[in-house]
């Protein structure tokens, strides 16, 4: 079975970066298109990025455009997100998710459409 783990998550100021990983244990990992969703205490789990098989398509939401980036390497099985200039209201339990279909070509910003799951980290950001 697929296995998805996040890491990099911490406790950062704002203005701070981090950078969270996910690593596939699949073989497939350069078939999935690739998202990021967080959720916040008290809150719905709401999309942050995605990359498509394809590294040239990329989705952002509107919250972090500009100071997030995602990126992959297929051959490491693993996707990053890069989030700079980091603010309070980033504060929440990130996850990394995948689309081993092709759900996401019709949509990418809906949790629905993506298969698999990572557990989660935690981003704190304190001001």
Known sequence: QVRLVESGGGL???????TLSCVSSGDDFRNYA???FRQAP?????????IGWSFRNKHYADSVKDRFT??????KNTVWLQMNNLKREDTAVYYCAADSGWSTTVSPLYATNYDLWGQGTQVTVSV
């Not at 008290?42 to 995605?50: C, M």
């Open 70 to 75: 995602i990126s992959r390497d297929n051959f």
């Open 34 to 36: 690739m998202g990021w």
């Open 12 to 18: 950062v100021q704002a203005g701070d970066s981090l």
């Open 42 to 50: 008290g809150k719905e789990r709401e999309f942050v990025a995605h």
